[in-house]
């Protein structure tokens, strides 16, 4: 039986954190036979997983337009083309809307929004007919979390250029989607979801029972990536059903956060 991205040169953007959701749909998408080509800032990382996975590796940041045109440069030039982008670069930011600075803001703008939107456009300048492009999104940009309003931003806009590259190239039958996961424990997330009683406040709002895992979206990213999707301009809440119940209500957010606050000054 033929493997489902059998052939197809992929590149991920935002994979070398050890086991952070890059790196989980870069083995999935290599064991469904793809070839490819992982990026990130750490090139140590870079370069043992991509050893691992039987992958090419090219340092890259997402605020460096000459970084993304050479990254896809090295993408067709090492495996002869390009059928799938997939961009999983975030920063979890969480701070009161008042206290946010403008240095802050603009970091959060230029990897969550610029970055993303200049990353399109490198790579749909040479992806192949049937191609798949996908943006790695979050469900708190449609159902709010406390002290997250840059992140919630930036990612709720570049959810709106994803819709409009979608009706843009369609018809060259290039697919543009969004997937938005819940809480999902990695390196990202991991100090925060370390907090004592943090991921309990959120398994109520999950009709399914967990949190997702990173797992969970690659399978997802996956099926996006194949012929057999026939899905653009969407979003693919992996999430367990979370967006169906909501976030948790901030009082207790912040006086769960306001607890280990206490507990660690003591």
Sequence with gaps: MQKRLANKVAIILGASNRENMGQAIARRFADEGARIVVAGRNETELRRFSD????????????SRSDLDRLVDFARDRFGGLDIAVNCVGWALFKPFLDTTEDELQQMIDLQFKGPFQFFQAVLKSMRPGGS?????????????????????TKAGIDH???????????????????????????????????????????????????????????????????ECFMTGQILRVEGGMSLRGHPVPEDVHNLLNLAQNKAGQ
Excluded at 136 to 153: Q, R
């Design 52 to 63: 691992e996975i039987g992958g090419a590796c090219c340092v890259c940041d997402i605020t």
């Design 133 to 153: 492009v996908i943006q790695i999104g979050s469900i708190s940009s449609e159902c709010l979390f406390p002290d997250h309003a840059a992140y919630m931003g």
């Design 161 to 227: 250029v994803v819709r409009s590259l979608a009706n843009d190239f369609g018809s060259r039958n290039i697919r543009v989607n969004t997937i938005s996961p819940g809480l999902t424990e990695t390196p990202m997330t991991s100090d925060i979801n370390a907090i004592p009683g943090f991921v309990d406040l959120f398994l109520k709002h999950y009709p399914l029972g967990r949190p997702g895992t990173t797992v969970d979206v690659a399978a997802a990213a996956a099926w996006h990536c194949s012929d």
